[in-house]
């Protein structure tokens, strides 16, 4: 008995009393409850998360039937839908990009870490957790993403928007992209001047047709040069990512790259570490590890400049045959290495949802370096 007299009410009324455990503030308050409906013995509800890749949906579940069997009663049949609608880094004077919610810069440091195969392999996870997913090839001489996603072959169709010519992604595995290596025949840019190559990247940020982006993924060049600066003075950015090997002479030079986003002039938030290569497994010995380039470098770095350590994804023949082949190890599901980019994807989403939701606290980028 009873049932009947439970109101809409009761049930927000315990669900003010579940927190969202990254934001701090209970889901009512937060607005992520919606189309709550009361039947014989049940109640229906959805809980709209920040990101589709939320690592803490179970959790989250779990707390909003807790709380509802503790508080309102402990028979009722909770059924809960769960959706999300991912936030959106605010700027100021956002005229670039606009329909793209987060814009997140990959970048290492040192050449050859792995910012294509961590950029392609966090998008695919992206994806396959429900996000729109983009990604960006800004390394404008040596462009990797093509081969990636085996569309070296492909060339992007343009259409006329009010007047203008706008390029439309190659789209792959249900993720847009652009590269250098769609629009120029290969090795043609290896000739051009800093301004040129400057002036490409506004034009893959300014005239794509990227549409609504959850993410878009700009995987950058090795070093800390022109592009970079282009990059974070013509487009709104989320924040980076740092890639590293454990390797010494790899966190010397992420150091350097992390750097470059924390100056002040520049103020671009570092979401996060992810040590690629951590450690070395045999496909017939996967519970075996060797660290062949040292161990816990990537988290010691993450350590030392107070920032989040995102993942850590072994080095398997796996990763490099899948990446020369053309389709990234994570549109592979049941791979085990495809779960360490999908852990680390969804640890960089959380950053990206604490990020947006605590941005008040996070001056946004200004252009005047
Ligand atoms: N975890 C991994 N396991 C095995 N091979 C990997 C792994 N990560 C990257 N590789 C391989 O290492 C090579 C370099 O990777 P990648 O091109 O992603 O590095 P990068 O940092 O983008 O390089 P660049 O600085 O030239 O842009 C590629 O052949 C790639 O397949
Ligand atoms: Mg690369």
Same mark, same amino acid.
Not at 12 to 29: G, M, Y
Not at 165 to 170: D, G, L, V
Not at 280 to 284: C, I
């Given at each position: 008995?009873? /049932?009947?007299?439970?109101?809409k ?29 009361l039947?014989?013995?049940?109640v229906?509800?959805t809980?709209v ?5 939320c ?7 779990q ?16 059924v ?10 605010v ?5 670039v ?29 992206l994806k ?17 993403i ?18 203008k ?6 789209i ?10 769609f629009l120029?025949?290969?090795d ?16 893959m940020?300014?005239d ?28 709104p950015?989320?924040?980076a990512v740092i890639?590293?090997?454990p ?13 470059m ?13 992810i040590e690629?290569?951590?450690y070395?497994?045999?496909? /017939?010995l996967? /519970? ?21 350590f ?14 020369d /082949?053309g ?6 599901t ?15 989403a ?20």
């Open positions: 008995m009873g /049932e009947l007299r439970i109101k009410e009761d049930i927000l009324r315990a669900l003010s009393t579940v927190e969202e455990p990254d934001l701090k503030k209970d889901l009512v308050t937060l607005e992520m409850i919606k189309d709550v409906e039947g014989v013995g049940e229906r509800f809980v998360l920040t990101t589709p890749a690592p803490l949906k179970e959790q989250i579940r707390s909003c039937e807790d709380a509802i069997h503790k508080l309102v009663d402990p028979e009722l049949r909770v809960i839908h769960m959706s999300a609608d991912v936030t959106k880094t700027f100021g004077n956002r005229t990009l606009e329909t793209v919610k987060n814009v997140i810069a990959i970048a290492s440091g040192k050449g050859g870490v792995g910012k294509s195969t961590v950029t392609a392999n966090l998008a695919v996870a396959n957790a429900g996000a729109k997913v983009g990604i960006l090839d800004a390394d404008i001489y040596g462009p990797s093509p081969v990636m996603f085996g569309a070296e072959e492909m060339q992007p169709t343009v259409t006329v928007v009010d007047g010519n706008r390029i439309n992604p190659i792959q595995y249900g993720i847009k992209m652009i590269s250098m290596g120029v025949p290969a043609s840019a290896m000739v051009w001047r800093g301004p040129m190559a400057s002036q490409a990247l506004r034009q940020m300014g794509v047709n990227w549409g609504e982006l959850d993410y878009l993924l700009i995987d950058l060049p090795p070093g800390t040069g022109d592009i970079h600066l282009t990059l974070v003075q013509s487009a950015v989320t924040g890639v590293t090997t390797q010494k002479v790899a966190l010397a030079d992420a150091r350097k790259g992390m750097q986003f924390l100056q002040p002039q520049i103020n671009v938030p570092v979401l996060g570490v690629n290569m951590a070395f497994t045999p496909a /017939e996967p /519970e075996n590890k060797y660290y062949l380039f040292g161990k816990g470098g990537g988290k010691w770095l993450a350590e030392h400049f107070d920032v989040p995102l993942g850590e994804i072994p080095l398997v023949q796996g990763i490099r045959e899948a990446g /082949e389709r990234p190890i994570a549109t592979q049941d791979e085990t290495t495809g779960e360490a980019f999908r852990t680390a994807a969804e640890a960089l959380r950053r990206v949802a604490i990020r947006n939701a605590t941005q008040e606290r996070t001056k946004p980028v200004e252009m005047t370096v």
